[in-house]
């Protein structure tokens, strides 16, 4: 299965405080998105398409493999991906959208994603459970609705999907809309989300203190490896290998 990795990197790092784009910005003093192009090819996708703020072209350039293709992506993280889809191979029977904002994905979870895949589903998203209550308020902030949680999921990266039923869905969206994820894409075009288990190592980095989490995990995994622990498979998982170029 040929299958082509999208990874969404044209973002900023308003949230994060940074004064670079969110995506080159270093964790254990790798870019963010070099940690989560490194997670897609461990998990076994061939080829990479990365969407960046088109000024920055040459400061990913700098930080990502060779073979990685950079696209000038979009105002949205919906534009950024249609862009990257474009540039993505035909040849490719599946294709994996990814946060670059989501540096430490086990590459475990991105194999159940293609595993999915391969098993014939169209559209599978990694989801979690929702630990905490959530409701639903008005524009005062009052509380009008507390959904079961039971049935709830937090939905993360990579998705994947039929590259022909993702285009297709692209295709048929209006130009300008804006949606926070790619399965809310090939649903609004009828197809079936199925779930697979996500991680909660594929946490997104959104705010600084998700970035502090981050380094931790990164600074105890090195820790445990230099003890002796389990290190190949956790190295491998966490991508702590520097990436060629
Ligand atoms: O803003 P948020 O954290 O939800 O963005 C998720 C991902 O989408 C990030 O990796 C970000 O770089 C990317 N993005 C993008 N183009 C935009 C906005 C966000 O590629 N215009």
């Not at 991105?110 to 990694?126: E, F, Q, S, T, Y």
């Not at 009828?190 to 959104?206: F, L, S």
């Amino acid at each position: 299965m040929h299958a082509v990795g999208i990874v969404a990197a044209a973002g900023s790092g308003l949230r994060l405080g940074a004064d670079l784009p969110k995506a080159l910005v270093p964790l254990a003093g790798r870019p963010l998105v070099a940690w989560s192009v490194d997670a897609l090819r461990a998990g076994g996708v061939t080829e990479i398409v990365v969407a960046v703020p088109a000024e920055q072209r040459d400061a990913f350039a700098a930080v990502l493999p060779a073979d990685v293709r950079l696209v000038d992506g979009g105002a949205s993280r919906t534009a950024s991906v249609r862009a990257g889809l474009a540039a993505a191979s035909a040849a490719a029977d599946v294709v994996l959208v990814h946060d670059a904002a989501r540096p430490l994905t086990p590459p475990d979870l991105v194999r159940r994603v293609l595993a999915a895949l391969a098993d014939g589903h169209r559209a599978v998203v990694p989801a979690l459970p929702v630990v905490d209550t959530t409701v639903v308020v008005d524009d005062a902030g009052v509380v009008t609705d507390a959904p079961p949680r039971a049935s709830l999921r937090r939905v993360q990266t990579p998705q994947g999907f039929d590259r022909a039923v993702l285009a297709s869905a692209y295709a048929g969206l209006d130009p300008a809309a804006d949606l926070t994820d790619d399965a809310a894409v090939v649903r609004a075009a009828g197809v079936p989300v199925v779930t697979v288990d996500g991680d909660e190592r594929a946490a997104k980095v959104t705010v600084r203190h998700d970035l502090d989490l981050a380094e931790a995990t990164v600074g105890t995994t090195s820790e445990r490896a230099s003890q002796g622990a389990p290190a190949t498979e956790e190295r491998n998982e966490l991508g702590v290998e520097p990436c060629a170029r």
